[in-house]
């Protein structure tokens, strides 16, 4: 008798799929559902420990009240085995974040990293092989640079288009795009300055030539409204350390049904195995083969390979509880009279604000030379935000009010070029 993936799991050793609320017995419980629909913006109350000048959430979000109680049942569970459970409902988080994303729950499977899915995206499409045209741009993620430059080294052709005006412009994307294009790859919001694509209308450009479309949305997911279906975008994908006030080592992928029969299968994880019946141990059955098996027939089967970290996992099912409960759009318009405030006031200081004024997500980014040596004036004053080496930027979260933009400004005000 053929085994199901369930039972192969649970007659592995590996994870079962109980319920996630089994493991959140008791104050961890009552935490998490505390924290999980805040009645007013700012919730400080979620966030406690965050000191009120931390305005870089888009770099790494902190941890809530009930995400950090997930994290301690778990972690009691593991310090004394048998005391309590340590499974992980996979289930119930993908299906969270195909909410929060509105595709189907059998789209989504976890990765580990934003970078780790673009490279599964681009190896199932076979674009590591040949010639194939790929289109991207320079306000995609800069960790994707050495990836679409390598591909370049090895016979790829790769099309860079460049800002105008801090904006990627929909006509030289048109012109960019042929029939031979395979791919076009870029950030939903750009990690650099925040400019957000049209997404839909990005899509409806490739689709029309026959070309596929990646959007890399982790400063999207959580602080901007997404809509894959509405968009039409063939992959996503996300880590979840940002705006899914999560942690390092899980995040998610996207790929939409109709664009499974573009995939070649490169992987046979067992964490995408949907029935198994070995044929090597005592007491199994004979066959011609050492195990027989088929694989699931969702975005898991095509992606999923080995473990993922159960701690983070407990710690994103609290906080996608959270993110839906209090809602992205509502999330949105907390943040925006914030960025917009700064928007408004940092280019009369003579900072060169590069993000569009119309970008919807809650980010600013001024490109400033040397900006690193803002540092010590960002510290006295409490403040804490990106400082990259010609550029910094703020990203301001749900617990952030005007008083932490206000002092902001103060700082560089007194430190303003020129």
């Known amino acids: ?24 017995a ?3 419980t009552r935490a998490a ?3 999980a629909a805040p009645v007013a913006l700012p919730d ?38 048998g005391s309590g459970s340590t499974s992980v409902d996979e289930e119930r988080i993908l299906g969270k974040f195909a909410r929060l994303i509105n595709a189907d729950p059998d789209e989504v499977a976890f990765v580990k990293s934003t970078t780790t899915a673009e490279h599964l995206v681009l ?20 960790g994707s640079f050495p990836l679409y430059e390598g591909l370049a080294e090895r016979g790829a052709r790769v099309t860079w288009l460049r800002p105008r005006d801090n904006r990627i412009v929909l006509e030289d994307l048109a012109r960019a795009i042929t029939p031979e294009t395979k791919l076009v790859a870029l950030s939903l919001v750009s990690t650099f300055n925040g400019f957000h694509h049209d997404l839909a209308r990005v899509c409806e450009l490739a689709h029309a030539r026959g070309a596929l479309v990646y959007a890399d949305i982790i400063h999207a997911a959580g602080c901007v409204p997404v809509d894959v279906k509405a968009s039409g975008v063939d992959f996503a994908a996300c880590a979840s350390y940002k705006w899914l006030m999560g942690d390092f080592g899980l995040g998610f992928i996207y790929a939409r049904r109709e664009a499974w029969a573009r995939l070649r299968r490169r992987r046979y ?41 159960h701690a983070v996992a407990r710690h994103v099912d609290v906080s996608l509880d959270y993110l839906l409960g209090l809602g992205v759009e509502r999330i949105n318009a907390h943040a925006r009279p914030l960025v917009d405030r700064l928007k408004e006031e940092l280019p009369r200081m003579g900072y060169a604000v590069v993000t569009p004024r119309e970008s919807p997500a809650p980010m600013v980014t001024c490109a400033l030379e040397n900006a690193r040596a803002l540092a010590p004036r960002l510290e006295a004053a409490g403040l804490r935000l ?14 952030n009010d005007l008083d932490a933009i206000e002092r902001l400004l103060r700082a560089l005000h007194a430190a303003r070029p020129g």
């Open 269 to 309: 994880g067992y964490y995408g195995i949907a029935t198994f019946q070995p044929h090597a141990y005592p007491f199994d059955p004979p066959g011609e083969r050492v195990a027989d098996f088929s694989m699931r027939d969702d975005a898991t089967g095509l992606f999923a390979t080995g473990t993922f970290p």
């Open 1 to 24: 008798m053929q085994l199901s993936r369930r039972d192969w799991l649970k007659g592995v050793g590996t994870l079962s799929l109980a319920s996630t609320a089994s493991t959140l």
């Open 44 to 81: 400080k109350a979620s966030f406690p420990r965050v000191a009120p000048g931390y305005l870089d959430s888009g770099t790494m979000h902190p941890v809530s009240v009930g995400a950090r109680a997930a994290i301690d049942a778990y972690l009691a569970a593991r310090e004394a085995p």
């Open 26 to 28: 008791g104050p961890a």
């Open 33 to 35: 559902a505390a924290s």
């Open 386 to 399: 990106t400082l990259g080496r010609n550029r910094f930027r703020v990203t301001p979260s749900v617990f």
């Open 123 to 142: 190896d199932g499409l076979g674009l590591f092989e040949g010639r194939p045209h790929i289109v991207t741009d320079t306000l995609h993620f800069f």
